[in-house]
């Protein structure tokens, strides 16, 4: 049951009039009052009720760390049963801010090039785990103009997504435009038609990394369960219905996925779409962040990523080579694992 839910639950079984509830939901999500006990316009008794069944503090997460770059702010946050995930502030030249949140303690996907795919997988995050991520940068200030789910975990094998998708759109609560959210997933396909139906104004991106089966299975395993193919078929109805842009995310790694065959490959798999929504598919070429201890992973040299992004465009592919935010704090695509066994941080 969500945080929210159980507030209307104690409102309700303690007979305390129905507009309590709208107070508290002002202080939650407008007021950002950190504790309930500064909800200074909720009577006493219902503040007691509220810390003696939700805990003396609103969000069920905690700040323990936050590791700052140029354009970057890392933070390491622990949970109410002691799990760590991570969030990543994101800021680019214009001065527009991106928050990168988790939707997992770890990860069940092993993709081969991933920090969090080798922690293992934990356990799924809550709705409010998901979405207090965000409010904790409400709390500290910070502007907030796009929210990617683009961090530790799968997010469409974690049902509790979608609730959170919820709750950040819905005006009574964050009121974020569903515009302004990008989910990225490997090709979970029930979960791609799941955004399709109900979340259509949600921005989808997709791991490639490899127009090969073969080869995919070995870089994102759970090709194996979800082919290429098949994904491709899913976003395709997700563009038809949508008409929105998907981003096809390619991660560049020498030796590996650059040949010419590869990036033929590509052009081939973006030529299948249909004609009428082609143009709707962008791919983000990716730079390699060193994550794991694998000597074969290395990062292509700039001179052939160029000569590869040169390429995809000639053959009229919109494409963008992606330069990484954070890879000098670990706070990059494919970096975060929540520092687990290098960290000791008591919960306070």
């Given amino acids: 049951m969500s945080r929210i839910s159980r507030v209307k639950s104690i409102i309700e079984r303690n007979n305390h ?28 008794g219902l503040r007691n009720s509220l810390n003696s069944e939700l805990g003396e503090k609103v969000s069920t997460i905690q700040s323990v760390q936050e590791i700052s770059s140029t354009q970057t702010i890392k933070t390491l946050m622990t949970l109410q049963d002691n799990a760590r ?4 502030l994101m800021k680019n030249r214009t001065g527009h801010q991106t928050i990168c949140i988790s939707s997992q303690v770890g ?12 922690m293992g997988f934990k356990r799924n995050l809550t709705q409010d785990e998901i979405t207090d991520q965000v409010h904790y940068f409400y709390q500290q200030k910070q502007k907030v103009d796009s929210i990617v789910f683009m961090g530790m975990g799968e997010p469409l094998l974690n ?12 005006p009574n609560y964050y009121g974020i435009s569903s515009r302004r959210i ?10 791609i038609v799941k955004i399709t139906e109900n979340f259509s104004s949600i921005n989808l ?3 490639l990394h490899s127009p090969f089966d073969d080869q995919r299975s070995i870089l994102v395993p759970a090709n194996k369960t979800y082919p290429l193919v098949e994904c491709m078929e899913a976003i395709d109805e997700y563009v038809q219905k949508t008409k929105r842009k ?4 390619y991660l560049l790694l020498e030796g590996i996925n650059d040949s010419d065959e590869h990036i033929e490959g590509i052009k081939t798999l973006i030529r299948r779409r249909p004609d ?4 709707l598919y962008h791919i983000n070429l990716l730079q390699y962040n060193p994550a794991v201890d694998d000597p074969k992973l290395k990062r292509l040299g700039l001179a052939k990523s160029q000569h590869i992004l040169k390429s995809l465009k000639r053959a009229n592919i919109p494409t963008t080579l992606r330069y990484s935010y954070g890879d000098d704090i670990d706070a990059a695509c494919g970096q975060l694992s929540a520092e687990y066994e290098k960290i000791n941080i008591p919960r306070t």
């Fill in 85 to 88: 995930i991570e969030a990543v």
């Fill in 159 to 170: 049902p509790q997504v979608y609730k959170a998708l919820d709750t950040l759109t819905d």
């Fill in 205 to 207: 991106a997709f791991s």
């Fill in 182 to 191: 990008s989910v990225s997933t490997v090709g979970i396909i029930p979960g």
């Fill in 276 to 279: 009428k929504i082609r143009y």
């Fill in 107 to 118: 990860c069940t996907l092993a993709c081969s090039f991933c920090a969090t795919g080798a």
């Fill in 246 to 249: 998907v981003f096809i995310s």
């Fill in 17 to 44: 009039p129905s507009y309590r509830f709208k107070q508290i939901q002002k202080n939650i999500y407008n007021g950002l009052t950190p504790t309930w006990n500064e909800m200074l316009d909720v009577p006493m």
